[in-house]
Each structure stands twice: as structure tokens, then as C-alpha cells.
């Protein structure tokens, strides 16, 4: 990221960077996502902790089962959201839209399908390779 904030991203030319607009955009979307994550994680762990007893063996095992299931949603959901905390942190130091391994600009379509991506697609492409 050094690189895109020693080069100031945004002091580029219209066609090489978002706009106001876009930014505008990105951000009230992201604002919008980041507010109904943090809602269903709230419901989410409320349930978690408003379990009937157990009565039997039965019992157990569906509430062991329900829990290794809303403990893996509650995973990816707390991990999305902090990629959207950190697309906002970005749109407030200038830098929402770089790629974070090769910092260079993401297509502005892949920003639109999933707002919170931090590699452009070769960088995905390679990270998903070396996994």
C-alpha cells in the first residue's frame, strides 16, 4: 500500500481513479452491509445463548450440531465484516479501490460485484493458485 499512498492514488487523472461519485456510492453501500451484518451477528449470538436444555442424548447432539453450524456462519460473517471495515478505512485514506498485493487499481466491475475486494483479479487468481 505504500507504493499507492507515496504515488497519492487519487491525485491521478479522472479516467484512472473513482470518482466522488463511485466513492460515494462504495461507501453508503458498504455502510448499508456493514449495519446488517452487525445485526444478524447480534441475533445470531443471541440465539447461540438462548438454548433450551438438553433433555436427552438427542437433544445434545441437534444442539451441538446447530451450534458447530452458527459458529461457522458467525465466522465468515465477523470475517466479512471486517473486510468491509477495512474497504471503509480505505475510502477514508484515499486508497478503497488499489489492490493490496500488486497496488495497482481494481476494475471498477469486480468492486461492483463484490465491494470489499482487496486484490485485483490476477492477484486473486495467484493467491488461489499458491492455496
Known amino acids: 500500500m505504500t507504493v499507492a499512498l507515496n504515488n497519492n492514488y487519487y491525485n491521478q487523472t479522472s479516467d484512472e481513479q473513482l470518482s466522488q461519485e463511485e466513492l460515494s456510492f462504495f461507501k453508503e453501500e458498504l455502510e448499508k452491509q456493514k449495519e446488517k451484518l452487525q445485526t444478524n451477528l447480534k441475533k ?27 459458529n461457522t456462519i458467525l465466522r465468515e460473517q465477523q470475517r466479512t465484516l471486517n473486510q468491509i ?36 483479479v490476477s492477484c486473486r487468481n495467484e493467491l488461489d493458485r499458491r492455496r
Open 44 to 70: 445470531r449470538i443471541e440465539e447461540l445463548n438462548n438454548h433450551d436444555e438438553a433433555k436427552d442424548e438427542g437433544d445434545h447432539a441437534t444442539i451441538a450440531i446447530e451450534n458447530l453450524t452458527n
Open 85 to 120: 471495515k477495512r474497504s471503509l478505512n480505505k475510502i477514508a485514506l484515499g486508497t478503497y479501490g488499489i489492490c493490496t498485493m500488486c497496488e495497482e487499481k481494481i476494475n471498477i466491475e469486480r468492486l461492483k460485484i463484490q465491494m470489499f475486494s482487496e486484490y485485483c
